[in-house]
């Protein structure tokens, strides 16, 4: 008999970030904290669950994809990626429920792994703050760490505190997205980090257009280099032998496991970025379990958020998640801390505004709106250091005053000096 799906519930929430880190997310990744549950039913009364990143993911759920997916064998759609990340999710769930085995063993690859290296993830912060993330990190069972490494922060500042409260076998990946330009750039700042023992992984120094720069910059420095995937481009980093490994992401279960058997076939290890709570975490594991060259620690963010929306918590230590083994998913969905959540339309976060002041190692400061002016000036315009000793950047909220609201209004129209 087929496993007819009944029904497809969808609810939207906004799951709090953790203290520490909720005003540096609100920068750029606020609206990581907009997810879309889906609940699928079938005919059986079996239940699946899922999540979407709206503002975040590769696919979206449209009402065409529920109207497709009501009535059908649910079974059957298993692999079609374009229904939707949280949909295609809840979809493994349900399966993986009425035939009672984990979601790997519905991904038809063999398990390499029952434990999965994992990441602890942050976005551009200051020095001291990544060092007590770094120490609830070790205290939460990871053993690697992954940070955003931007010009109007000294990463060697970053990755330093770091260091400082950890065992040298904590590994701190590090990523540009570009931001170091060139490899002429990009080169001196690395090869002073390649110095500390516990520097893991250089994501994206140079553009990812600049093929023969990322070759250049790998030829230079001792740390793996490694770039997100990209169909159209893999043939070219192959030929030119141009990174270590990739990032494996923006892709429904049947993409990732394609992308991860690429990765195999030219033995390029890569770790899979797919950001979410609970849920996406350990549906990232079970995908993390059958694909051989998934060695890297996977990212999922899971830390930043203050509720991971399970009942049970994912079992971490030692720097690998376990693989669960209960039916589906193998997690149990809060659904209190769902209804505490839930959020009414529009579907968008919005944050104080903020003045974003660059303080340079000679002294010198320069004041911006927002994260994206900052962004183009020293990605696109290459209008500042690339990494600047001593760089830092302060965050001042608006208070309400008529001083702030003129200095805002002044930044809004060009990034002004102080």
């Not at 008999?1 to 519930?9: I, Q, R, S």
């Not at 060139?182 to 257009?209: F, H, I, M």
């Not at 250049?216 to 995937?229: F, K, M």
Request: charged share 25%; aromatic share 8%.
């Amino acid at each position: 008999m087929k496993l007819k799906v009944a029904k497809v519930d969808r609810v939207m929430v906004n799951v709090p970030f953790r203290d520490r880190v909720r005003p540096w997310n609100e920068l750029l990744v606020g609206q990581f904290g907009v997810v879309e549950i889906v609940r699928v039913e079938s005919t059986t009364g079996h239940v699946g669950y899922g999540e979407t990143l709206i503002h975040y993911t590769w696919q979206t759920v449209s009402e065409q994809a529920v109207v497709r997916t009501v009535g059908a064998d649910a079974v059957g759609l298993l692999a079609d990626d374009s229904l939707g990340a949280g949909l295609q999710m809840a979809l493994y769930d349900l399966v993986g429920h009425a035939l009672e085995v984990p979601m790997w063993k519905l991904l038809g690859q063999p398990m390499v792994r029952d434990r999965v290296p994992i990441s602890w993830w942050n976005t551009k912060m200051p020095a001291k703050l990544l060092a007590a993330e770094a120490e609830d990190a070790l205290r939460e069972g990871y053993r690697a760490h992954k940070i955003k490494a931007r010009p109007w922060f000294d990463v060697r500042e970053q990755v330093a505190a770091i260091a400082a409260v950890t065992p040298e076998s904590y590994a701190i990946d590090i990523d540009w997205n570009g931001m170091l330009r060139t490899p002429g750039e990009a080169v001196p700042v690395l090869r002073e980090l390649d110095r500390e023992p516990r520097t893991g992984l250089y994501e994206s120094p140079v553009k990812q257009t600049d093929i023969a720069g990322m070759a250049e910059v790998r030829s230079q420095v001792a740390r793996p280099v490694v770039e997100h995937y990209i169909a159209t481009r893999f043939p070219d980093w192959i030929r030119a032998d141009g990174v270590d490994g990739f990032v494996v992401c923006l892709a429904g279960p049947p993409g990732i496991i394609a992308q991860g058997l690429q990765c195999a076939v030219f033995n390029k290890e890569f770790f899979l970025q797919i950001v979410g709570t609970g849920l996406t975490t350990a549906y990232t594991i079970h995908l993390g379990a059958v694909l051989t060259h998934a060695r890297m620690p996977s990212v999922t963010c899971l830390n930043v958020y203050a509720d991971d929306l399970l009942v049970h918590p994912l079992a971490i230590s030692d720097g690998f998640a376990e693989v669960p083994t209960a039916p589906g998913l193998g997690i149990e969905v809060d659904l209190d801390a769902i209804e505490r959540y839930r959020m009414d339309a529009p579907y968008l976060n919005v944050f104080p505004r903020k003045l974003l002041t660059v303080q340079f190692g000679d002294g010198r400061r320069r004041c911006y709106s927002d994260i994206h002016q900052l962004w183009r000036d020293c990605r696109e315009a290459g209008a500042l250091p690339v990494q600047d000793r001593g760089a830092t950047l302060d965050l001042e909220t608006d208070d309400g005053s008529g001083d702030f609201d003129t200095r805002y209004r002044a930044a809004q129209t060009w990034p002004y000096w102080l």
